[in-house]
């Protein structure tokens, strides 16, 4: 099979696509014919050595996948030979086949293409686990969402619609607002000349935000701290301008507000059943017409270095998906 090997760490463009055994499904795990891959930015950050999971040479890079079930390990059961799933992979997914725990799969929705499946895991997970355990949004509550066209914040932008918040949709662009705005989002900050505080204060009749959804860190954290309401929660997602802010810690009193941190990763680990019940409501919105991934640019396995490069140079809009499969084989 055709894979793409990180073989030390680096840029995009040290990768190199190549001709790699077939994995084997082993005991308790599938064998996937990967059809769509996500990118993610711990993607970009892992094969840079920059992430916390630093898996041995030479590994493929890609986090989340869709396709279609080639083989069962032993031991599987719930699942077929042909069966189309989306899930987790961790790493691996820039790749025509891959083996994983039959327990990080799921039964992709029939109407569902593989390229809106396979960004579903990672982006709408990481935000409703954030959203809902770990902010407990409510119904009328106003939520900051910071990157808001990014994979994570679009996603935290439609979700938030479909619990009953108000959304502020802040990004660098107006591009970028234009998709939170097709997304649901209820107002707008463009924080490209680095203000923010002041923005979300005038949206809010001088309140702040009930929830702060950030994935961005670097100088905005600090207005973030500035910008949160009395009894608010400011959710630390990621650090994607590269930054990580320090929290001053006299604001958690002044405020009486909750910094809390949000790992989605290892959550969905320690608790696979509370994820499993997220991940029914997330397919719900979805079938409801609440939620819909919005797939900002495609590309085939041999373009993985643009796709990499569309996050790391701040391009994306929604998921950027690397179609391993062309039409024909699908
Ligand atoms: N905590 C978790 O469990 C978890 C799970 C998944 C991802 N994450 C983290 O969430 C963050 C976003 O991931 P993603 O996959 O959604 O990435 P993404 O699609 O590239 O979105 C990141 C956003 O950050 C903003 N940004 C600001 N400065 C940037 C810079 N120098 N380079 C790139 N983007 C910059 C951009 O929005 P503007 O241009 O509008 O500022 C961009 O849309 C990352 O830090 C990632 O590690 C955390």
Known sequence: MKAVLC???????????EDVEDPIAGPGQVLVDVHASAVNFPDVLMIEGKYQNRPPFPFSPGGEIAGTVAALGEGVTGFEVGDRVFGGTGVGGFAEKVAVPAAAMRPMPDRMSFAKASGISTTYGTSYYALKQRADLKPGETLLVLGAA???GLAAVELGKAMGAK?????SSEEKLA??????ADEFIDYSDGELKDKVKALTDGRGADVIYDPVGGDLFDQCMRS????????VIGFAAGDIPRVPINLILLKSCQVVGVFFGAWSAKAPEEAAANFREILAFYEEGKIDPLIGAEYPLASYAQALRDLSERRAIGKVVVQVRSEDER
Not at 7 to 17: D, I, M, S
Not at 179 to 184: L, N
């Open 150 to 152: 990014g994979g994570v």
């Open 228 to 235: 949160i309401a009395w009894y608010g929660r400011v959710l």
């Open 179 to 184: 998709a939170a705005k097709a997304a649901g």
């Open 167 to 171: 959304v502020i949709a802040a990004a």
């Open 7 to 17: 073989k030390a760490f680096g840029p995009p463009e040290t990768l190199v696509l």
